[in-house]
């Protein structure tokens, strides 16, 4: 027992080490730098590479599905306290000694240490690789390109404070195999008594199996954030996730899963049948040079399950426009831009009356 407890006090501090890493230059805390990909001092700009451990796997390792009530890891490596924003709710995960005044969601400084509760480690962790300077550059471009913006907003929006934070999300990996029964349909021109020209469809019966494998099957396991806008973000390339090492979060927050591993299963088979009942039409189409499918029934069976979970970048920012705050967000890897913009109601109005005209000039001119 205590040579355990040996073991465990030194993995503790090693990394400790790691995370309150001080700057040799200045004495500083280096925190996770997204332009170099290693650590940096905040105050003098040093910086270091993070080593490499070849003993460790370079990236998250897929893990079996069916064990996963088993695998309740709740070691994050370091030392860590959940904060609960008593305005909105949201939970967030920081280093033990970091003290935040402001709720990275919703921006209130009513915040205090939450009840520590266990949850699942995180496998793997797709580093920041924009920095907030480009993400505020990303930003400008991207509302001068929504057309329905007011003018003035476009001109006067200034992001405030961007925080970098680390999303939790599942991803699935599934073998399926489907079979299916349904009906295609042929569509042909023909002329009625009166000589007019109407289409009629012809409907012969299909079935047969498909199979496709799935690859990291994205779930979102967090409930704090809008999820549209989410999905705006998307995707990201999760194969390029680095195991996690607490490096990579030294000096952002991270949010703990709100979606357990099962009920993330469960969407991601909701997902995965979408897109197979797709491709399958897609299929039926191309094949018998089909017009419309119809009365298509999918039975899926789903083998050689496996699932990580990640930590995915994600950098959240607001600006007010008339009194009003608008949020959005920028992918930390990618740098898409997703979120929400005022409304011109003279813009939209002059667009759909312009839509209109064209659609009656079009109608006129084919009389």
């Given at each position: ?18 995370t ?18 290693g ?11 993070i080593?490499?451990?070849e003993s ?15 695998t ?34 919703c921006?209130s400084?009513q915040?205090m ?21 480009q993400?505020?550059?990303?930003f400008?471009?991207?509302?001068k390109?929504?057309?329905f ?13 961007f ?39 012809t ?35 999760t ?5 996690y ?13 709100a979606?357990?591993?099962?009920e993330?299963?469960e ?6 049948r ?29 083998s ?8 995915l ?10 009194e009003?705050?608008y949020q959005?967000m ?11 913009t ?16 064209i ?9």
């Amino acid at each position: 027992m205590s040579e355990f407890n040996t073991d465990l006090d030194a993995k503790t501090v090693s990394t400790l080490e790691e995370t309150d890493k001080k700057c040799p230059c200045c004495g500083g805390v280096m925190d996770f730098d997204p332009k170099t990909g290693g650590l940096c001092c905040p105050y003098c700009g040093h910086t270091e590479t993070i080593p490499v451990d070849e003993s460790i796997p370079e990236t998250a390792q897929e893990l079996d599905l069916e064990s996963a009530d088993k695998t309740g890891n709740c070691d994050w490596g370091v030392a860590k306290k959940t904060v609960v924003c008593e305005a909105c709710g949201a939970e967030s995960i920081y280093d033990a000694l970091e003290i935040s005044a402001v709720c990275p969601f919703c921006g209130s400084n009513q915040v205090m240490e939450a009840a520590a509760q266990d949850a699942m480690a995180p496998g793997g962790v797709v580093p920041f690789q924009v920095t907030d300077k480009q993400a505020s550059e990303l930003f400008k471009k991207w509302i001068k390109k929504k057309w329905f913006c007011p003018k003035l907003a476009k001109e006067s929006a200034k992001a405030k404070h961007f925080k970098g934070i680390y999303l939790p999300y599942w991803t699935f990996d599934a073998v399926t195999k489907s079979d299916y029964t349904g009906e295609y349909g042929k569509d042909k021109t023909k002329k009625g008594s009166n000589g007019e020209e109407h289409v009629e469809t012809t409907w012969y019966p299909v079935s047969g199996t498909y199979k496709e494998s799935f690859d990291d099957e994205l779930v979102c396991a967090t409930t704090n954030h809008n999820q549209s806008m989410l999905q705006g973000v998307e995707p990201f390339r999760t194969a390029e996730n680095k195991a996690y090492k607490p490096e990579y979060v030294a000096g952002f927050a991270a949010e703990r899963y709100a979606i357990g591993i099962k009920e993330a299963w469960e969407m991601a088979k909701d997902s995965i049948r979408y897109k197979l009942k797709r491709n399958i039409e897609d299929q039926i189409e191309s094949t018998h040079n089909a017009d419309h499918v119809r009365n298509l029934r999918v039975h899926t069976l789903f083998s050689n399950l496996t699932y990580k979970y990640l930590l995915l970048p994600v950098w959240i920012s607001s600006y007010k426009y008339k009194e009003k705050v608008y949020q959005f967000m920028v992918n930390g890897q990618t740098g898409k831009v997703s979120g929400k913009t005022p409304i011109s109601i003279p813009k939209v109005i002059i667009t759909v009356a312009a839509v209109i005209l064209i659609v009656a000039l079009i109608v006129w001119m084919s009389n």
